[in-house]
């Protein structure tokens, strides 16, 4: 009976993924088989705890992370919880060896949320390191397969593409932190007076992010570069919407892809596939 609520547990994380990113939880569907449950396992776990800092604003959201980050290691370290997020979660971290450290990481920069407003260039990176560089450190575990020199050799384009894809979404939800949550990623902005040299600043920074990463998923293995492939093109083409618009409309709106150009990308992306071009 075991593996039947193993099954239920990630089923648990795959349901969190589709309702909350119907984006990322296409893309993972393109992935191998044999890799999509680990990667909804990694998402449901990221889900759970940027939920508890960005919405639980009626709750005692230092508790609730503080104890979500106790319970999570011990499900790591007793391999089971009655949480099933967490107990998918420590399935796949215990199965693929992933670094503790890596969680760290991103436990404190959901710490940092509770609290912190603005950044200098040190804490910014420092963020971005622990929400974003991280996770997708973790999933290149799941990709490399034990594999550690292939690891070691695609760890920076992997947290070049995790960094690319959260500053692209600082820039998607500028009125939503700075307005709403009161938060300030990107260091040296007046977003009171955001002006087109600071986005274009951000946005020359996000563009280096990309072209390295670029490099590094047409070296990911067979199973998982096509599905990471079509997840770089969706924001991509996000971040080159992004790019079009006015500082001062970016405040005002939140950029989204349409369901056809999403179609549109995912259809590019299976041509060029088939001609072995990724």
Same mark, same amino acid.
């Given at each position: ?7 239920? &547990? ?11 990113? +119907? ?5 993972? /569907? ?6 999509? +449950? ?6 449901? !776990? ?6 508890? #800092?960005?919405?639980? @604003? ?10 979500? /980050?106790?319970? +999570?290691?011990?499900?790591? =370290?007793?391999? #089971? ?5 967490? @107990? ?17 990481? !991103? ?15 040190? $804490? ?5 390191? $622990?929400?974003?560089?991280? #996770? $997708? ?9 034990? =594999? ?6 695609? /760890?920076?384009?992997?947290? &070049? ?6 500053? #692209?979404? !600082?820039?998607? =939800? ?16 007046? !977003? ?68 056809? $150009? ?10 060029? &596939? ?5």
């Amino acid at each position: 009976m075991m593996n039947l609520f193993h099954e239920v &547990s990630q089923d648990c994380s795959r349901i969190t993924t589709e309702k909350y990113s +119907t984006s990322f939880s296409s893309a993972i /569907k393109l992935l191998h088989k044999d890799l999509r +449950t680990p990667i909804f396992n990694i998402y449901g !776990f990221v889900r759970f705890a940027d939920e508890i #800092v960005d919405s639980f @604003h009626e709750h005692d959201k230092a508790l609730l992370l503080a104890e979500f /980050k106790k319970a +999570t290691y011990e499900a790591i =370290d007793r391999r #089971v919880s009655m949480n099933p997020i967490l @107990h998918s979660f420590q399935i796949t971290v215990n199965e693929y060896k992933i670094d503790h450290a890596l969680i760290e990481a !991103f436990m404190y920069s959901m710490e940092l949320d509770l609290g912190k407003r603005q950044y200098d260039r040190a $804490g910014y990176e420092e963020y971005i390191y $622990g929400s974003a560089e991280v #996770v $997708g450190l973790m999933c290149l575990y799941i990709f490399c397969s034990g =594999d550690t020199e292939q690891y070691e050799q695609l /760890k920076p384009s992997a947290k &070049s593409l995790g960094a690319a894809f959260q500053k #692209v979404n !600082f820039l998607r =939800d500028l009125r939503a932190d700075f307005e709403g949550l009161d938060r300030v990623y990107f260091p040296g902005c007046d !977003f009171s007076n955001f002006k087109e040299a600071d986005k274009a600043a951000i946005e020359a920074d996000i563009q280096r992010d990309f072209e390295h990463a670029y490099e590094g998923i047409c070296k990911l293995p067979m199973k998982a570069r096509f599905g990471v492939y079509v997840a770089y093109k969706y924001y991509l083409s996000l971040f080159h919407k992004i790019k079009k618009i006015q500082p001062q409309k970016i405040m005002q709106e939140r950029v989204r892809i349409p369901d056809y $150009g999403k179609f549109y990308i995912l259809a590019k992306a299976g041509i060029r &596939s088939q001609l072995n071009m990724l």
